[in-house]
C-alpha cells in the first residue's frame, strides 16, 4: 500500500479572506485552501513563489522530494 493512499483528504473548505501571502496572486488560493483545511503540508513545486516562504499560517511549505522523504519515499519521483 503507497503511504500517500493513508493521508487524510480536506473536504468541504470553503474560500475566507486571507492576507496576500505571495507575490503571485495565482498562488493564492493553493495558500488559502491549505489554511481552511487546517493542512499539515502544503507542498509544492513553485520555487519562484511559494517554496520561497518556507511556511504560511503556521504550515510548512514543502518541495515535493522533501514530502516524499518525510513518508519514506522515494528522493527523486519519476
Do not use: C
Amino acid at each position: 500500500m503507497d503511504a500517500a493512499e493513508d493521508l487524510p483528504v480536506a473536504s468541504g473548505v470553503s474560500p475566507g479572506y486571507w492576507p496576500a501571502a505571495t507575490a503571485d496572486p495565482d498562488d493564492e488560493m493553493f495558500i488559502e485552501s491549505a489554511a481552511q483545511a487546517r493542512a499539515d503540508f502544503l507542498v509544492t513545486g513553485d520555487k519562484g513563489h511559494l517554496l520561497v516562504l518556507k511556511e504560511t499560517a503556521g504550515i510548512p511549505i514543502v518541495a515535493v522530494s522533501a514530502f516524499l522523504r518525510l513518508l519514506g519515499g522515494p528522493h527523486n519521483p519519476t
